[in-house]
């Protein structure tokens, strides 16, 4: 009898493992980041686009009104699929887009911004990148809505038309 | 006396050296165990994607702040998720990933005896 335990135990542990790691097989395993919303919004100090000041973020973000932090560069391709969306929201009143130029060429930029239109409040630039690591991103084009300081929803990559009417509809 | 002084002075300079030395190591061993979270699978150290360079940046300004290792681990993992450390935390989501090995390792140890010692007695 004792010696009919040991192949049974084995028998069952191997299977508890091949469906482990059956599993995972099928799991994705590109990991993106938990959408931590509700999160409280990083104080920095930046450097303003077409002008030497810095501006400190407190003096940026208001309560009681909703922004769009925008994570954008004129080398990224997907930022000109987003653009006409910015475009469109700009004309919101009830939402201010910051844009935020990552890692970026000022003459490009410029000529990004000539060509497709400005839809941005406040422009601040991000040369190393370190400002987008206290928001959590990774990547651009990322965007944060943000309300009374705090991000209410995340969004990596490029806006699309249904991100823009999810958008309009939390604003509303 | 002018030996001492001499002796004194190369102390000197060899602990500065050390010093720095200290800081970088720390740097590299941080970046070592971040995932870089554009090409995963790569660490921070050995990726030169924007996003790694960046963090590059950030680990150093956070050492040169006086910010220990743990402290740095912590504001990246408020930040990414604890994916973004190579080694995962013990925690109770890793209890079963960090006792496995020990528990195969006395079961093992245990069927061994069983066979072959308790055999040969």
Known sequence: MKFKILPFFLIIFF??????????????????????????IPIFNAKVFNSNNELNSEKIFKDDKFYIMNIWSSWCVPCK???PFLMGLSNQENIEIIGLNYK????????????????YKIILLDKHGTISIDWGAYGVPESFLIY????????????????????????? | ?????YFILILFLTNLNSLR???????????????CLVCQGQSIYDSDSEFANSLKIVVKQKLADGKNEK??????????GEWILFNPEFNKNTY????????MFIIGGAIIFRLFIIKNK
Request: proline content about 4%.
């Open chain 1, 15 to 40: 299977c508890i493992i091949f469906y482990i790691f059956y599993k995972g097989l099928l799991n994705s395993n590109i990991y993106v980041p938990k959408n931590n919303t509700e999160i409280d």
């Open chain 1, 81 to 83: 699929s987003e653009h």
């Open chain 1, 104 to 119: 970026d060429n000022k003459k490009n930029a410029k000529k990004f911004l000539k060509e497709l239109g400005n839809p």
């Open chain 1, 148 to 172: 009374n300081k705090k991000i209410i929803k995340k969004i990596t990559g490029p806006i699309d038309k249904d991100l823009l009417i999810e958008i309009k509809k939390i604003t509303k």
């Open chain 2, 1 to 5: 006396m002018k030996f001492l002084n």
């Open chain 2, 21 to 35: 030395a200290q800081d970088e190591d720390l740097q590299i061993k941080i970046t070592k165990n971040l995932r």
């Open chain 2, 71 to 80: 402290e740095i681990y912590d504001f990246l993992k408020k930040k990414y």
């Open chain 2, 96 to 103: 079963f990933l960090w006792l496995l090995p020990i528990l």
